[in-house]
């Protein structure tokens, strides 16, 4: 099972930016759909960004279209979320996620694999 650890969270205000990093490691994310999730308190895990193996694929959630971008570094073994234009709904914690379905089925939080820790992401207004 691959092992990943989210970083780059924090605070920002309402129309700044962050870049989150998931860091692998105990197996190459070559082999995994990867993608990102994010839960507020009392809530689901909702899916929010998918990219394909070699990175030439994305899918995202209505609400983060065009704000967000997923994005791989196979050799670095590493996933990032480049979140612009970030809104205080936008306040969550960040989950990287891994997975060896399909683009369709990752959106779906009991196909997941392998989760990160998550990391805090607080927009203020």
């Known amino acids: 099972q691959v092992q990943l650890v989210e970083s780059g969270g924090g605070l920002v205000q309402a129309g700044g930016s962050l870049r989150l990093s998931c860091a692998a490691s105990?197996?190459?994310?070559?082999?995994?759909?990867m993608g990102w999730f994010r839960q507020v308190p009392d809530g689901e895990r909702d899916w929010i960004a998918t990219v394909s193996w070699s990175g030439a694929t994305s899918y995202y959630a209505d609400s983060v279209e065009g704000r967000f971008t997923i994005s791989r570094d196979n050799a670095k073994n590493t996933v990032y979320l480049q979140m612009n234009s970030l809104k205080p709904e936008d306040t969550a914690v960040y989950y990287c996620a891994a997975g060896r379905t399909n683009a369709k089925a990752m959106r779906n939080p009991d196909s997941i694999e392998s989760w990160g820790q998550g990391t805090q992401v607080t927009v203020s207004s």
């Open positions: 105990g197996r190459t994310i070559a082999n995994y759909l």
